[in-house]
């Protein structure tokens, strides 16, 4: 049985994912890693210090690819008791000029790649197989178009509230059999700003690891971030 627990992130870029990685490593978890090119991400987490990560190749549009990256990262560290999906599917311009393939494309992404994830998540954590059944977190990452459609970010909108009603969703059903479903509302930028006017990805990594090791008779099921500055 693996001594460690075991954490897969979904999404990894240089921002928040990386963050992500780097704050489950710092915890004494083994982290598979996930993002569309995996070459790329591996030399973004050797460049972060982080060669134990695994670096996995993930296209969140495919059930089976999904399926086969959950079953690769638990053969190697057993069942996940965290489950990121930080996946993004981003298109934008005016109603009169959009294609319904952007739409598509960022719906794909942004909200069926969460089913998947969110899926395979859920069966890996009801299993049994390596953790406890009926234990562990997941966590989507929102976004402002969560809540509002702004003008010309309709495809970007149109996912992230698709996504918004998984998590609920799967709130409802898992929280009563032991996991944690969370989703976040990224309110602002993300990046670093010395005046603190944008949100720090290892700030929100934070974030995501207290919603983690929050004691179950005080779950959040959303937690919304944005800037001290950010108008809301």
């Known amino acids: 049985m693996p001594s460690k627990e075991h954490a897969i992130i979904i999404g990894v870029g240089p921002g928040l994912g990386a963050a992500l990685v780097e704050r489950c490593a710092r915890e004494g978890l083994a982290v598979s890693a996930g993002a569309?090119?995996?070459?790329?991400?591996?030399?973004?987490l050797d460049q972060r210090g982080l060669k134990d990560a695994a670096a996995m190749a993930c296209d969140v549009t495919d059930a089976a690819?999904?399926?086969?990256?959950?079953?690769?990262?638990i053969s190697a560290h057993g069942a996940p008791s965290?489950?990121?999906?930080?996946?993004?599917g981003y298109a934008r311009g005016g109603i009169l000029d959009l294609t319904s393939s952007q739409?598509?494309?960022?719906?794909?992404?942004?909200?069926?790649?969460g089913f998947h994830v969110g899926q395979a998540a859920a069966r890996a954590?009801?299993?049994?197989?390596?953790?406890?059944?009926?234990?562990?977190?997941i966590i989507f990452t929102g976004a402002t178009a969560s809540l509002r459609g702004s003008a010309s970010f309709a495809p970007f909108a149109?996912?992230?509230?698709?996504?918004?009603?998984?998590?609920?969703?799967?709130?409802?059903?898992?929280?009563?059999?032991?996991?944690?479903?969370?989703?976040?509302?990224?309110?602002?930028?993300?990046?670093?700003?010395?005046?603190?006017?944008?949100l720090r990805p290892g700030d929100i990594a934070d974030a995501y690891w207290y919603l983690h090791r929050q004691a179950r008779s005080a779950w959040s099921q959303?937690?919304?971030?944005?800037p001290w500055v950010e108008k809301f």
């Open 125 to 137: 954590m009801t299993s049994g197989s390596g953790v406890p059944a009926g234990r562990g977190t």
């Open 65 to 73: 690819n999904v399926d086969d990256l959950f079953a690769a990262a």
């Open 222 to 226: 959303e937690l919304d971030l944005r």
């Open 82 to 88: 965290l489950v990121v999906f930080n996946a993004s």
């Open 158 to 198: 149109v996912a992230k509230f698709g996504l918004r009603a998984l998590a609920q969703s799967m709130a409802r059903e898992l929280g009563p059999k032991g996991i944690h479903v969370a989703h976040t509302l990224i309110d602002g930028q993300i990046g670093d700003d010395p005046n603190d006017a944008k």
């Open 36 to 44: 569309r090119n995996a070459e790329r991400l591996r030399a973004l």
């Open 103 to 113: 739409v598509e494309t960022a719906w794909r992404i942004g909200c069926l790649g």
